[in-house]
């Protein structure tokens, strides 16, 4: 294989490891171009910097809606970035080519997080919808006569 399809296939190559829960560590990471995932509940929001601003990204795990928002970088965008440790469930870090198209970046990293979480046994659960299953009760206790 040649050097340059080498350097390619590393290009596009995405890197997922998880991180520990340390607000500064993640910012550097995402200064240094990197993409951090932050996981709550079942949902996940994927952080990075494009465009000279930092860049959320959030949406229930395996659905195709989610949320957008961008905030300028400053101290006090910064500072609330970092605290988002205390709120994840877990962090990871995503490193990856910087010629790839984000979405692919974060769809390919989101089936990363799916696998890992489902290995450890605590992939999160299914929405529960309380008022049908109240309304399936009801329904069971009074059978039509």
Do not use: C
């Not at 709550?40 to 949406?59: D, K």
């Amino acid at each position: 294989m040649d050097e340059k399809k080498m350097r390619k296939e590393r290009e596009e190559k995405i890197e997922l490891g998880p991180l520990g829960k340390d607000g500064e560590k993640m910012m550097k990471s995402v200064e240094a171009g990197n993409m951090i995932a932050v996981l709550s509940g079942n949902e996940i929001m994927y952080t990075f910097i494009y465009r000279n601003m930092y860049q959320t990204f959030i949406h229930p795990i395996g659905s195709e809606e989610g949320r957008h928002k961008a905030w300028e970088i400053n101290e006090r965008n910064r500072a609330m970035l970092k605290n988002l440790d205390s709120a994840a469930d877990q962090l990871f870090e995503i490193k990856f080519g910087k010629e790839m198209d984000f979405m692919g970046v974060m769809v390919g990293a989101e089936q990363g997080i799916v696998n890992f979480l489902n290995t450890l046994g605590q992939l999160p659960g299914q929405d529960v919808d309380f008022m049908e299953a109240a309304q399936d009760s009801l329904a069971n206790q009074n059978p039509k006569q």
